[in-house]
């Protein structure tokens, strides 16, 4: 089924839960709030910042969010959606600083950390460096990011380096190799599922984004979302988008606990 279908029944203006909120319009919790406080001194101090969260709990969503709170003519921002290989975190970095990447590593390191040094020396602009899924990176990699860091024999750094990733990437830092990356870690962040009257805010939010500020969800509807997605974000999209898909094809004017019933046991079933 369309969605244009549900949408227009519920005299809503466009679809709701969607990806692609704009960042001013996302719904900004206490929890994403401290950790955007904590990550935003990690770019004060141009330390290591470290963010570590289940699946689907908002860590792109925070960093999105501190991204737009960065002032745009002071910052530069770097972000890769997990890495494939030394080369290939080069390559990008080079051609998001505007060079042109050289073939050789020994010219790729080279060329990496005079464009970072430019950015202070030239452009007067403080760089930051965001890795999302950085759990997926190797052990090599990860020791390379701490020694680009490192540059000024640990005396001082020339930009702020978050680490995002799933609770594993603490688990991988805790490894011997990786205790001096460890060590530098200045700031540690875990984002946890929403609680009840959060996943409520959180549904009302981008329902009335799309034009129903009055209540769409019953009490109950939204208590089993909550409760069925351990308040985390990514599932609550699913089933309230599930749960209006429900309550659409039984032509009911409020989402109940039915209707939210029904979306647990589609989602449940695939």
Request: proline share 3%.
């Amino acid at each position: 089924m369309k969605p244009e279908m549900y949408e227009s029944y519920y005299g809503l203006t466009k679809t709701p839960f969607s990806k692609t909120i704009a960042p001013s319009q996302l719904f900004i919790h206490p929890g994403h709030d401290e950790v955007v406080a904590r990550l935003t001194q990690v770019v004060r101090g141009k330390d290591i910042g470290l963010l570590t969260a289940e699946v689907g709990c908002g860590k792109s969503v925070a960093l999105r969010a501190l991204s737009e709170s960065l002032d745009a003519p002071r910052h530069t921002i770097v972000y890769f959606n997990g890495l494939a290989d030394l080369r290939g975190f080069y390559l990008q970095l080079i051609s998001t600083l505007g060079g042109c990447p050289e073939y050789l590593r020994a010219n790729l390191v080279r060329q990496a950390k005079e464009l970072i040094a430019a950015q202070i020396s030239e452009r007067r602009k403080n760089l930051v460096i965001m890795v999302d899924e950085a759990h997926l990176l190797s052990t090599q990699l990860l020791e390379e990011l701490r020694l680009l860091t490192n540059e000024a024999m640990d005396s001082t750094s020339q930009f702020a380096l978050i680490l995002s990733g799933q609770p594993m990437l603490r688990q991988k830092l805790n490894l011997t190799q990786l205790m001096a990356l460890s060590q530098r870690v200045s700031i540690r962040c875990r984002l946890k599922g929403l609680a009840l009257e959060e996943t409520a805010g959180y549904i009302r939010h981008y329902l009335s984004l799309c034009g129903r500020s009055d209540p769409l969800f019953s009490d109950d509807a939204i208590a089993l979302i909550h409760s069925s997605s351990a308040g985390i974000p990514r599932r609550i999209n699913n089933l309230a988008v599930q749960s209006l898909t429900a309550g659409f094809l039984e032509q009911k004017g409020i989402i109940d606990e039915s209707s939210a019933k029904r979306a647990v046991a589609e989602m449940e079933a695939n």
